[in-house]
């Protein structure tokens, strides 16, 4: 009897088991879920990001940018005997009467009009979503032209909003920027309001400019063999090869190889830019709006005077509209930046995410800047005290800090930030690189947390993380200043008997 009532008892339980634990699945899947999506999510890229085409509205058209291989290989080929009178003549005026009509040709179909506005057939190619793929759990891409006016762009994306919260049916969306994208929606902000936003996230933005953009339109530039070593170590990262070619970069740098290739291209520089900035260079990036919004605010009066009143001194071309429109983003935009991100964080969430690990671009004096390799992490973070990337924060700055702000390689201090608490820090992540699993699923917890989230918010999410190549992955930043090996100290050893011998022969 009673093994009876046991087997019974047990097939009961079996029962149960089979009809509830699909349901314990469920809730357990439920439970493990860090965000409800209840709007759309809408991604703006960054500069250079959508491919212009020569014809925009034929598809067979050649790429204008970046420009087709075929075109850049003819030009080269044609180019050929003027590099090498050059080389035998050292006739820099003949060779840019020669070479530089080849580099317009080539470049002729992504310039702009001289009043900043498209005067050929050039375009992107895009088109919406259909309406019926587009649902509050919907992940959407924004496409624009990043030469054209950032007023101009923010119209566009408002009117991709009310198209796509028509199609999902909701009131609100979220906006993720990257790069040049968040002088878009800074711009947006400031021109038609936060209405229809739940969350800004802006992803290692322009908003407040990058160095070398303003110094590229102010005429400075030059070669510096350990920024080009330390560029050249950067872009390796995430390189299959990366650990040879460091190797391969430092023996360059170690031989003079570098020093003599930068001596030859500041040379090429000094006898060159003047014409290649007058009749290339600043015709193809002082024409676009894009460049002249990402330039830091203490350059813009400089680069407005290099431009209009140095590169185009004698040049009769009206460029009055262009000069109206940089005027009229000043006026109406960048004179407003922290207000509106201030009015931002009044009215939605908002986030920043920012990046540094790296030297800023080696074309120019401030390479030594702590970046992405693109924009400074003073700027993309909105406002942190940094130290160069080679170097770290002294003690007398760090005396009196709070320590819950300063990252763990004493390389940044987030209390400076506009919204120090809002802001986190990506160490070793380059510009350029996107679609990292576990930060795609950290932007949507945050755009979806039910209020303001902040670096104390999630114990997964602290204000300082790192990028771990390898797995492809963010974790907690644990830095650890690494620990020279017997090796390296023979090697350095070497170097500076190296150093010092070359040194003893070069004079």
Not at 191 to 201: H, W
Not at 234 to 244: A, P, R
Not at 428 to 440: K, M, N, P, S, Y
């Amino acid at each position: 009897m009673k093994k009876g009532i046991f087997a019974k008892l047990i097939a009961v339980l079996m029962c149960l088991a089979i009809v509830f634990t699909p349901l314990l699945s469920v809730y357990a899947q439920d439970s493990q879920t860090k965000y409800e999506q209840d709007c759309p999510y809408i991604y703006v890229h960054g500069f250079m990001a959508s491919t212009i085409y020569c014809d925009a509205s034929d598809p067979d058209s050649d790429c204008a940018w970046p420009p087709a291989t075929d075109k850049i290989l003819d030009a080269v080929k044609e180019a050929l005997p003027s590099i090498a009178k050059l080389l035998i003549d050292g006739n820099y005026d003949k060779f840019c009467d020669s070479f530089l009509p080849l580099a317009n040709d080539v470049l002729s179909d992504v310039m702009l009009g001289p009043d900043g506005e498209i005067n050929n057939k050039s375009g992107i190619r895009w088109e919406y979503p259909e309406k019926e793929s587009i649902t509050a759990q919907s992940s959407v891409s924004f496409r624009y032209d990043w030469r054209l006016d950032p007023c101009e762009i923010a119209e566009q994306l408002d009117e991709f909003i009310d198209y796509v919260l028509e199609a999902s049916g909701c009131d609100k969306v979220v906006l993720e920027a990257h790069s040049l994208g968040g002088v878009v929606i800074n711009t947006y902000s400031k021109l038609y309001g936060n209405d229809k936003v739940k969350t800004y996230i802006f992803n290692t933005t322009a908003v407040y400019g990058e160095t070398y953009t303003g110094e590229l339109l102010t005429g400075q530039l030059r070669l510096d063999p350990d920024a080009l070593l330390h560029y050249l170590d950067s872009v390796m990262d995430y390189n299959e090869k990366e650990k040879l070619l460091d190797g391969l970069f430092k023996l360059l740098k170690d031989f003079g190889i570098m020093d003599l290739a930068c001596k030859l291209g500041n040379s090429l520089l000094e006898n060159l830019f003047e014409r290649v900035a007058t009749d290339t260079a600043v015709p193809l990036f002082g024409g676009w709006l894009t460049i002249w919004a990402m330039i830091p605010d203490d350059k813009i009066d400089a680069a407005e005077d290099y431009v209009f009143n140095h590169v185009y001194k004698n040049d009769p071309t009206d460029r009055s509209g262009l000069k109206e429109k940089i005027d009229n983003y000043n006026e109406k935009v960048r004179k407003h930046k922290t207000e509106t991100l201030e009015k931002i964080n009044e009215e939605c969430s908002l986030y920043i995410l920012t990046r540094h690990g790296y030297s800023s671009l080696f074309l120019t004096p401030s390479w030594r800047l702590l970046s992405d390799t693109v924009i400074d992490t003073k700027y993309s973070s909105f406002g942190a005290t940094c130290a160069d990337f080679d170097s770290v924060l002294s003690q007398d700055y760090l005396a009196g800090k709070n320590e819950k702000y300063i990252s763990p390689d004493k390389k940044v201090d987030a209390s400076t930030c506009l919204f120090p608490d809002q802001t986190w820090f990506v160490r070793d992540l380059l510009h350029a690189e996107e679609g990292v699993d576990d930060i795609e699923e950290m932007y949507k917890v945050l755009a979806y947390y039910d209020g303001q989230a902040t670096v104390d918010t999630f114990e997964e999410y602290p204000q300082f993380l790192h990028y771990v190549e390898e797995t492809d992955s963010i974790e907690k930043d644990s830095y650890v200043e690494p620990v020279k090996t017997f090796f390296d100290k023979i090697k350095d050893f070497i170097n500076k008997i190296f150093a010092f011998i070359t040194g003893i022969f070069s004079k």
